[in-house]
């Protein structure tokens, strides 16, 4: 509430201020700005917020840092430190059961308040951008302009291709896409200032700097790859007439305008699911080391490409037209359900369930179930998730030990994908890849302007444990 309050204060020029109720009760107040010179640049906003929020953590830590947070138990140490809070992150905060909240918006909110390219339609990722990075809602003028500086921003210099084009062709691409990270991290605006000195009060600037070059480069690098994997090499050159999104399924060759809407959506909801998560919290850590944002993120990547985490959604396809190729698109549920029970006992997860932090359905299945049933209802695959949806939980529920039954956002995103002729599973984790440039990047700017401390908990080994919890009993 603060922070936004504070945020209000800063606009000397024309804004408008609306009431937001939150899902909560409480009241928030944000901003829909109107149009002037340095209102539609989104540096020189962020220039004016950081002394505030650097003071802000400054009196955090004066006048509360000794508070406790809670205890932490031998579990949560053995649990992959499940539940235990030791992370700031600014940009979005989850709710176990209201699920993510970006800069205290929920994704439907989000869907009502920030601009879009159609009347009603889903929301520009460009405008989620905005909102992470300063707290605010901006206007359509705002939203354009960060649109046209990101198309300025995207150019990839041919050494980038030439290492991708190294690899074999049949390389995951997600390591085609790690790799094209690490080639673009040669022309890192953070690593020549730092070799030249900067002081670490000014961090945040080359930071910006290469966040907002990344966010803008790798729809470029993802697309190529796809091309390269799946097209025959044959790219399609971007279309500055085009949104951030809108661009993205333009290079990848998908130009249809149900498809540009179902990529703003996907590019909006997969962005940041706070600091916790294996990808955001390698980023952080990584960075906390002053690696700069491309080193940073190409970390990152190589955790959401773990199955656990985002490579989810390549197993999840795979595992529903697997569903099909042995017992064909009009399975009953009893069927559905001995596959279920099939992959378990075979030591599989089921891919696109579970969470390590939700409790209930994410909102992000639930966006995407909304825009499947407006947009592609009969879609057999879709009828088909709807199905695992009532027959997943209650069989995960007798397992006795998920503590989430429920669907997360890999379990809806390829079907949809798939409807618009984008059938290549091994490549959806690029995509999500894409989406988390934009949280990632917008944390790493807070991150190097607050000047959070480099990352090092306290490790123990098994016997410091024992003999702990024996002087303790
Ligand atoms: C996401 C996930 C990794 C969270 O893991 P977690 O926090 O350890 O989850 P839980 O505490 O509920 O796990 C408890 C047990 O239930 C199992 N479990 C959880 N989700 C499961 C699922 N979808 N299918 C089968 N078993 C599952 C775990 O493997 C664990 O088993 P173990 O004790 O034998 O190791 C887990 O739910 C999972 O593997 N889901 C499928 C993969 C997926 O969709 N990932 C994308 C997440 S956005």
């Known amino acids: 509430m603060s922070f936004f309050r504070s945020v209000s204060k800063l606009s000397k020029l024309r804004s408008r201020l609306v009431q937001q109720p939150g899902l909560n009760g409480s009241v928030r107040w944000l901003q829909i700005q109107s149009a002037s010179e340095s209102e539609l640049d ?27 947070l809670g205890n932490i138990t031998v579990d949560m140490v053995l649990g992959g430190m499940r539940g235990m809070t030791g992370l700031l992150w600014e940009t979005s905060l989850l709710d176990p059961d209201e699920g993510i909240r970006f800069r205290g918006l929920s994704i439907p909110e989000c869907q009502k308040v920030l601009p879009a390219a159609v009347p009603g339609g889903e929301p520009l990722p460009e405008g989620l951008l905005w909102l992470l990075l300063t707290g605010k809602v901006p206007s359509k003028e705002q939203v354009d302009m960060l649109s046209k500086e990101l198309q300025n921003r995207a150019k990839v210099p041919d050494h980038v291709y030439k290492a991708i084009n190294s690899l074999p062709v049949t390389a995951h691409p997600m390591t085609q896409f790690v790799t094209g990270i690490m080639a673009l991290q040669v022309g890192s605006e953070f690593l020549k200032a730092y070799e030249k000195g900067m002081p670490k009060s000014k961090f945040w600037e080359p930071t910006y700097e290469d966040s907002l ?27 500055a007439s085009l949104d951030y999104g809108a661009n993205f399924s333009h290079m990848l060759g998908f130009d249809g305008p149900k498809m540009q809407e179902l990529m703003r959506l996907y590019i909006t909801i997969h962005s940041d699911h706070e600091g916790g ?63 279920v029970w099939k992959t378990l006992n075979s030591g599989k997860v089921v891919p696109g369930f579970g969470h390590g932090v939700l409790r209930k359905t994410d909102p992000r299945y639930m966006c995407q179930r909304e825009f499947a049933l407006k947009h592609l209802p009969d879609d057999p695959l879709f009828q088909l998730v709807s199905k695992l949806y009532d027959v997943v939980p209650p069989v995960l529920t007798q397992l006795g030990k998920v503590k989430n039954p429920w669907p997360n956002v890999d379990a809806h995103s390829g079907v949809l994908l798939n409807h618009f002729g984008l059938t290549e599973a091994r490549y959806f984790t690029v995509l999500f890849g894409v989406s988390r440039s934009i949280g990632i990047g917008s944390q790493l700017i807070w991150d190097r302007a607050l000047g959070l401390a480099l990352e090092r908990p306290k490790s123990v080994t098994m016997e410091w444990l024992e003999n702990y919890c024996k002087k303790a009993a």
């Open 42 to 68: 989104l540096h020189s906003q962020l220039k004016e917020l950081i002394p505030e929020q650097q003071e802000r953590l400054k009196k955090l830590k004066m006048e509360h840092g000794k508070v406790q």
């Open 213 to 239: 070059n990344l966010i803008a480069q790798v729809p470029v690098v993802a697309s190529f790859i796809y091309r390269r994997v799946y097209k025959n090499g044959q790219t399609v050159p971007a279309d």
């Open 277 to 339: 998560n294996v990808s955001a919290h390698t980023a952080h850590l990584v960075a906390s080391a002053l690696s700069d944002p491309y080193l940073s993120f190409a970390a990152a990547l190589n955790g959401l490409a773990g199955p656990l985490h985002g490579l989810a959604n390549q197993e999840v396809l795979l595992w529903i037209k697997s569903v099909v190729e042995e017992c064909g698109e009009n399975i009953t549920t009893e069927q559905l359900k001995d596959y």
